[in-house]
C-alpha cells in the first residue's frame, strides 16, 4: 500500500494523536456520496482490524480498509489552510472525474 503524507499533513496528524490516548495513526476510506459517486472519510484510528492494510508515511501510521484501498492507492494528502479554514487535500491518481464543489469524485 502506498499514500503519502506530505510534512504538513504528517505533522498536523501527528499533534492530533499526540493529544489522544487512543489513537494508532490516520484512517483514510472512501465511502459512496455526491453527485460524483464517491467521497473520503478520514479521521482518527483507534484500531487496526484483520482486513486493514497499512503503510507508514513520515512517521504517521496510515491506515485503510481493503475495500477502499484500491481507490486511493498512490494518494498524497496534503493539509491546506484557506482563510480560517483547514482540511485535508486528496491528490488521488486515480480519479477521471470531480464534481463541482469538490466534494465527490468518480474513478
Known amino acids: 500500500m502506498t499514500i503519502h503524507l506530505t510534512t504538513t499533513a504528517a505533522d498536523r496528524v501527528k499533534r492530533f494523536l499526540a493529544g489522544s490516548e487512543t489513537g494508532v495513526g490516520l484512517r483514510l476510506g472512501i465511502r459512496k456520496s455526491g453527485c460524483s459517486g464517491y467521497a473520503y472519510v478520514a479521521g482518527m484510528a483507534e484500531a487496526i482490524s484483520e482486513s486493514d492494510r497499512t503503510c507508514v508515511s513520515r512517521g504517521v501510521k496510515v491506515v485503510v480498509d481493503a475495500a477502499s484501498l484500491p481507490l486511493l492507492e498512490g494518494t498524497e ?15 488521488n491518481p486515480n480519479v477521471k472525474h470531480e464534481c463541482g464543489c469538490g466534494e465527490s469524485f468518480g474513478v
Open 77 to 91: 494528502v496534503d493539509v491546506v489552510r484557506e482563510g480560517l479554514n483547514e482540511g485535508f487535500v486528496f491528490r
